[in-house]
Each structure stands twice: as C-alpha cells, then as structure tokens.
C-alpha cells in the first residue's frame, strides 16, 4: 500500500524556496495544460499564443505593464495589511471608492486647475477615498470584534452599488447618449500616455516607488517593526505596548489608499470616464491578494509578481479572442495557478514522503 | 503491539545549520526505570528528545525498541509505538477548554462528541493526581501550572509505555512536585519507563535511578544517582564547581518605588482574583511574593505591568499613579517585566534574535533615530546581550524560535535587567536556567538591588525566596496571609501559609503591618 508522511521541515534553503516555486509554477502550468485539453486546444499552442500575447511581443508587454500597475499598487499595500495578519479582501471596492473620489476631484477642479495641480489632487483624493473605505472594517474590528474578512468582503459589494447608483442617477452623462457613463475627465486631468502604449507612466512611477517605500517602511522603521510583532504574536505586541489599535487603523489608511491610488489610475490613465464597477476594475483587487502572497509578503518583490501575473491576465485575454474561449478562462488559470502556490508553500513548510511499505 | 520494554538511541546526530545539537549520542532506557537528562541549557536535550518523539529526522543513527530498529517520523508513529512526551513549551490550543486539548491529542478518540468519552477519564486522572482540574476551561485562563498539568493528563491518557517529561517541574509546587513524583515511582513499579529532563539536581537525586549528562551535543557521562552527590552532579554538567553563595547586607529601605493600595483584579472568567492586596516595595529591595500558582499572583502582576485592568485601588511607581496605564506607559516610568509564560508573551519566536532583543525597548532613544530603528546599534547591544547573558547561539541573525528554552529565557532576562529599571517585576525567572544560569541570574538580581534598582520577584521556589528576598509576602486566594522580614523567625512556617491554614492577620502573633 502507498501512503504518504508528513512532517515538518526544520530548515529550507533560499534555492530550496525558489525551486519549490517554480515547481509550483510549472505544475500549475500542466494542470492549466491539461484543462486546455479537455477543451479540445491545444496547450502548447495556447500557451504559446500567452507569452507572445504577453511578454513575447511588444505590444503584448506595454498591455502587461499597463495592468501591472494597479497590481502592484494594491499588492504592495495588501503586502503591509497582511504582515500584521488583517485579512483585507475589500481592496476590489477601496480601489472603486478611490476611483470616485478622483474622479469627483478631477470633474470639479479639473476645468480650472491646470495638470500639474489637479493630477496630484486627484491621486490624493483617491488616496483619501481607499482609505477612507479601508478605514470602516478596522473599525468594526477594533470596536465590536467583527471579523475583517467578512466586513471588507461585504464591504465590496456596498461599493459595487453605490458607484452603480452613481452613474445611472446623479453622476450620468448627458453627453453618452443615455448610456450610464459620468463625463469624461477634462483633458488637464488626464494622465498622460507612454507614446504608442496605454501605460500612465505617472501611475507606473507612483506604484513603483510605493512599493519601495513600504520596504523601507516595513523593515527599517519602527514602526513597521510594530506591524511585523503583531503579525507574529499579538500577546508579544501587547505586552511590549504595542498600540494595536492605531497600527491596525494606520495599516489600513495604508492598504486602502494604496487600492485607491490605483483606482485614479485607472479612470484617469485609461477610462477616462466612471462606468460599471466591473469596467473600471477587472478583479485588480482580488487578483493583487495572490500577488502579495507570491511576494511573500515583501513589498519589492511585488514589483517582481505583479507584472508575473499582469502577463496572465493579458495572456488570458489573447487567447480569449484567438482560441474563442470563454471569459472566465482568465479566473480558470488564476485559480489553478493560486492552489499550486499554495501547495508550493506547504511544501515549503512540510517534508512529505512517499512510502510504499505495508502499514505497520 | 507488544509493550515497550527497552528503548536504545544509538549514534545520534543532529545538526541545525551548522550547530551540533546531538553528537554522537547515545542512551538506554529499560522498563521500570527512571532516566534522568542532564546538561546545560542548549546542550541538546530537547533536541534528542524530540527526535525520539518523531519532531526531527537525526541526521544519522538509529532507535531500537525492544532490540529492532524502528523509524519514527512523526509523532504519530511514537505515540504508536507506546512513546508519549510533555513537551517544554506548552502545545496547547490556547482558545480550546481543557477536554478539546486532550480529546485533540488523544489517538482513540471517537469521531463524534469526542469529549463525552474523555470527560471521564480526565477526571480520573485528576482525582489520582490530585491536579484538581477543570476540564471545562478554556486553556489561556489556566495558570501555567495548570497547562502543565494538562499535557500530563495528554501523555498519559494514550497510554505510553514511555513518558518523555521535558521539564515538568520547573512550574509546580514543591507539594505538587512531591504529588506528582509518587505518580511517578507508581508508574515505574508498573513497569513504566520515563526519561526526565530537569535542571533542579535535588529531583534527579530523588527520584531518578540512573542518569545521562549531557554538554555542548555530546555524552560526557554516565552515572547511577546513587553514587553521585549534587556537587559531582553539577560539576559534570557544566565543567566547573557551582557555589550557591550569594552576599545579601543589609541595606536601608528609604525610597519607595511601587505602592500598591488596596488593588482588587478580576480575572479571565470576570470575577475577583486579586482580593485587596496593598503593598510597597523599596530601592534596593528585592520582595518576594511566594504562593501556590493560581491564587493571583499572576493577575496582580499583570495589573502592575499594564497587562489588565485593576477594578479598584491605586498603583504608583515613584509617586506616579499608573493605574490603568497603558503597558508602554508603564514601560517609560520604568518598569520592566519577565512574563511567567515566556514564549507566549516575551518574544516573537519568527523574528529574528536581535528583533526580539529590543521588544519594549525599541521605541526608546538608544534604538531608534526618529522614525526608523538603528540597527548598526541594536545588533551591538544585542551581541553584548548575549555575552553577558551567556545564550548559547551560533549567531544573532537567527529566528528566536531556534533558541533552546533556557536560552530564549536568558534573552528575555537580559533584556529586561540590562534595560536598568527602577523596578524588575519578575515571574519565576529562573524557570528553566541551568544550575550555572541560575547562579549568575541570581546574582544579577542582588546586584540590581545593590545599584538601587527594586525588585519584584514572584516564585515558587522557596530555596530561591529565601536566598534573594529582604522581605516575602505569601499570597493566598487573591490575598497576603502576611508580610514577613528575611530574618523574621515565622519564616518556617511559610509552607503552611502557602496554603491558606496560618493567617499571620488573624492567628497568634499577628503582623503590626496589618
Ligand atoms: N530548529 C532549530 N534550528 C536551529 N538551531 C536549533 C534548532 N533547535 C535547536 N537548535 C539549537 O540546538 C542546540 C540545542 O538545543 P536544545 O533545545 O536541544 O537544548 P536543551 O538542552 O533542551 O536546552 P534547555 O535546557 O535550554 O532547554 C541549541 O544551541 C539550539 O540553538
Ligand atoms: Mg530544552
């Protein structure tokens, strides 16, 4: 009889972690392989069509960057959230929350103000809106105990309506013949493109020093020190008088307004306009939970897993028009490629062998 | 399975990044006997144990029970295999009661309502005891003590025909001890077979038949306990001669540090635990506070910490009133703390040992330049933390979890006392030292006194109260039974008021104090 044994690992090298992950990545990769059979394509073609769609063409790499960005916006901040164990899963809505603010901003002041002025006002807004949004679950915890996995989660869904509400009622156009869209930004509130792309390089720049700063924040300063013993053993933190009240309210700010930063992004980079939730954002604020999780939690290597999985997500979308496959194929491979890091992490955690002796 | 008879670990290696934890090591243990572990702290006694128990692989070497080799590869296969082991840190799940713990851990356990059935047996087991538990708590309200108690009831339910005890005695009393080495010599006269590991010589004396020392991984010794006094015990173990002399004159008591009037503390389950307690202790005082765990001790010193909140009377430190305060308030008047329960408490066990070196402290000045910590600083002060201390490890860029539990106590200690508070608040600081640690820990505190510092020292080791305190309070059921000076001669009946039969407030000879 073959049965399997586990048992704690006491050690990993940093070669070992690597290895595993990319294990992961490549048996992830087969399985996906395999459900591409199942629906009669053929995996090395589609996988081909992936890449080429996404890093191995030009083009198909600006679509990569242009996704990055609010990835990494997001995972950088859920990366902070997560350290201290606060499940945040609402950054879908405090990127939409973000989204409206900025975008309330840039309608109002953008005809008056001139670019310089009104994009930074609008990314501080958005800022202020994520976090303002990511503000609300921290509470409830803090003062009635209530969950933040729930909270946030549903805390999704009130957004997703509100922002509805918005743009067929008071915010709608009457220029986008009855469609429920609000106006477009003016022009000085538009971010400005890399020439031949649809990547805002000021968002870009944003994410990428961001990130760099949450680094710095998270392990050189004292207070991301604080963050990191909560994370591990909060009796520890409360005994070293930690104040775990104002940490966890800050970290939310943080999470939330990193969310909303890529919510300005993407009306003023690419809509230019508020319409459907879903429009505004495919998921960035689900997907950047697994690009934190690859991360391990580190704020630079964000960088790294954001553009990894932008490519998966563009990748998706090419074959999606090439292969006429579904639209949830992209959900499919993310899915699939989220269980076997998982597993990936357990086995960097566990030693599993395989016996094929009878049981004692 | 046939019943475990003989156990022999046999050129046993272990290294961990380059430590020699075991080297070289092997043991024997027979049916009826008691084996004793001995050696300095960090000199692989867990580690061995915890390969027996299935936690490690060794990297070379082998296990025979009953003469064949066996493999064991997880604690399944030990408890298989008649192997069970009290573990030095508790491994209970702290927001489940007393029945899950046990019902968790237990291999026959039915798969439906598996408590009903354990409800029984629990309560056997204490009653044969003496533990005195209940088996309805949930296992953060028990006292550390009690936890113990409860993995002992966890071991023994599976029915092992070997008990591995990792340091059972460091958190029970002497009168508990006792209780619990009868259970003991019972279950050798069954035919039972456990190893101890213990750092208090007098028990392994006691109670142990043969012993096997241990020192930096390797075997230094063999021995029967009969043939072996304290003095040769302790001198294998550490290489040197320990004398357990401390200088202790007098000093005056002018200035008051902590003044605690008339405190009342609710306790986890909401009602008084901490009945009207007042108190003070001085500069260049060490004050003692002997009881049995559980009667309040523990609340009353979180309450003074900032840990809990006191329901009625007032606490000051240099005439600041703190009641209430936060815990880093508290901190910042100068006020540092040992928890009893180290592990949960003192450290962050995944952050790296000079991380965890400046928890408490790290706001402070010395550590940090404005919003961000200064490591170039912190790591100096931890490498001479952990000179001064002596913790054993091979460096301070390691996760604190890899410590040997003498040694994470040694850090937190340091920690502590370095950081020169007006007042060290300390839970059984020397649970878990070895004899050489002990020694220099207790020194540490009589020179803390000497430089003016006070000192609060809770402990149920009486040897240790009478060597350090200028004056001892016994605590029973939320309250002192007395107050008494070191050369007070009513000191001998410190037993008696331990356990509540003599009230110096009310019986003969009555303390003016009251
Ligand atoms: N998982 C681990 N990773 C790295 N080093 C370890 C690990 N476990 C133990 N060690 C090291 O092995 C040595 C022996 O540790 P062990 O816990 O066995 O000591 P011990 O004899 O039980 O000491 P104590 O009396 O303090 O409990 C120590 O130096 C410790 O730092
Ligand atoms: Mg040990």
């Not at chain 1, 000021?202 to 990130?211: E, Q, R, Y």
């Not at chain 2, 005695?169 to 035919?191: A, C, I, N, W, Y």
């Not at chain 2, 009342?264 to 009881?291: H, L, T, W």
Request: glycine share 10%; hydrophobic share 45%.
């Amino acid at each position: 009889m073959i049965h399997f044994k586990v048992s704690d690992r006491e050690q990993i090298s940093a070669i070992g972690t690597i290895l595993t992950l990319v294990l992961a990545l490549a048996a992830g990769m087969a399985a996906i392989g395999l459900i591409f059979i199942l629906c009669n394509v053929n995996p090395i073609f589609a996988f081909r069509k992936i890449f080429s769609g996404s890093f191995g063409s030009i083009y198909g790499f600006k679509e990569t960057l242009t996704k990055a960005i609010p990835l990494i916006l997001i995972g950088g901040g859920l990366a902070v959230v997560f350290k201290a164990k606060f499940w945040n899963i609402g950054a879908e809505s405090q990127l939409l929350m973000g989204a409206i603010f900025g975008t309330w901003v840039g309608l109002h002041w953008g005809p008056v103000l001139p670019s310089p002025i009104i994009v930074p006002l609008m990314f501080f807004a958005g800022f202020i809106g994520g976090a303002f949004w990511g503000l609300i679950p921290a509470i409830l915890k803090l003062r009635f105990s209530i969950n933040e996995v729930i909270s946030t989660l549903m805390l999704n869904y009130i957004c997703a309506e509100f922002l509805t509400l918005l743009i067929v009622g008071p915010w709608k156009s009457k220029k986008k013949f009855g469609f429920p869209y609000t106006d477009d930004l003016p022009d000085s509130a538009i971010l400005s493109l890399l020439p031949g792309s649809r990547i805002h390089t000021a968002t870009l720049i944003l994410a990428v020093i961001s990130v760099v700063v949450l680094a710095i924040v998270i392990y050189k300063t004292r207070f991301g020190y604080e963050v990191r013993v909560i994370g591990e053993n909060p009796d520890a933190a409360k005994y070293a008088g930690i104040d775990f009240s104002r940490t966890t309210i800050l970290i939310m700010v943080i999470s939330g307004g990193m969310a909303g930063l890529a919510g300005v992004g993407e009306v003023a980079g690419i809509h230019h306009y508020l319409s459907y939730p879903d429009s505004i954002s495919s998921g960035y604020g689900f997907t950047a939970i697994i690009v934190a999780w690859l991360a391990k939690l580190n704020p630079i290597y964000v960088i790294f897993s954001g553009i990894f999985f932008a490519g998966i997500l563009v990748g998706g979308d090419a074959i999606q028009i090439s292969l006429g496959l579904p639209a949830a194929t992209v959900d499919v491979f993310n899915g699939t490629l989220l269980i076997f890091l998982i597993m990936g992490d357990f086995f960097t955690k566990n030693k599993v062998r395989l016996l094929l002796k009878e049981r004692a | 399975m046939k019943k475990i008879e003989t156990l022999e670990m046999i050129n046993i290696y272990k290294s961990f990044q380059g430590v020699r934890a075991n080297d070289n090591i092997n043991l024997k243990v027979s049916s009826g006997e008691i084996l004793g572990l001995l050696g300095e702290n960090g000199a692989g006694k867990t580690t061995l144990m915890n390969i027996l128990y299935g936690i490690y692989q060794p990297d070379a070497g082998e296990i025979r029970v009953n003469g064949h080799r066996i493999s064991i590869d997880s604690p399944k296969a030990s408890i298989d295999h008649g192997i069970g082991m009290v573990h030095q840190h508790f491994m209970l799940i702290q927001n489940h009661t007393v029945i899950e713990n046990i019902a968790l851990g237990y291999a026959r356990a039915p798969m439906l309502f598996p408590q009903k059935k354990m409800r029984q047996s629990i309560v056997s087991f204490s009653e044969k005891f003496n533990f005195n538990i209940d088996p309805d708590k949930k296992v953060w309200q028990l006292s550390a003590g009690e936890q113990q108690r409860v993995e002992i009831i966890k071991a023994l339910v599976n029915g092992a025909g070997l008990l591995i005890l990792d340091e059972p005695t460091s958190v029970l009393t002497p009168q508990e001890t006792r209780d619990f080495f009868h259970v003991l010599e019972k279950m050798r006269k069954d035919g039972q077979m456990i190893i101890l590991i213990s750092h208090k010589l007098d028990e392994i004396k006691k109670i142990c038949d043969r012993v096997t020392v241990l020192r930096k991984g390797r075997v230094v010794g063999h021995a029967c306990t009969e043939q072996m006094d304290k003095r040769s015990l302790a001198r294998m173990m550490i290489g040197r001669e320990v004398i357990f002399s401390f200088s202790r004159e007098k000093m005056s008591r002018k200035e008051k540090v902590l003044d605690v009037v008339d405190v009342e503390v609710d306790g986890d389950k909401g009602y008084p635990v901490v009945n009207g307690i007042s108190f003070e202790v001085y500069r260049n005082e060490i004050f003692g506070i002997a009881g049995v765990a559980g009667n309040g001790q523990r609340e009353l010193v979180e309450a003074i910490t900032g840990l809990r909140m006191v329901t009625h009377g007032r606490i000051r430190i240099n005439d600041i009133d703190i009641t209430n305060q936060s815990p880093r308030k508290i901190h910042n008047t100068g006020v540092s703390h040992v928890p009893e329960e180290r592990i949960r408490f003192g450290i962050a066990p995944n952050l790296f040992l000079y991380e965890n070196a400046i928890l408490k402290q790290h706001h402070q000045k010395k550590f940090s330049r404005r919003a961000f910590l200064a490591y170039g600083r912190i790591k100096a002060h931890t490498r001479q933390l952990i000179k001064d201390f002596q913790v054993a490890t091979p460096s301070i860029n390691i996760q604190t979890k890899n410590l040997s539990g003498g040694n994470i106590q040694k850090l937190i200690l340091g920690r502590e006392i370095a950081d020169k508070p007006d007042l060290l608040v300390a839970s059984h600081p020397t649970y878990g030292l070895d004899v050489g640690a002990t020694e220099y820990l207790r020194n540490q505190l009589l020179k803390r006194r000497a430089e003016g510092g006070a000192v609060l020292l809770v402990s149920e080791d009486l040897d240790e109260i009478f060597e350090l305190c200028d004056r001892v309070a016994v605590i029973f059921q939320g309250k002192f039974m007395g107050i008494l000076e070191s050369d007070d001669s009513r000191i001998a009946d410190i037993g008696l008021m331990m356990a509540g039969t003599k009230d110096l407030r009310t019986g003969e000879g009555a303390d003016d104090s009251f």
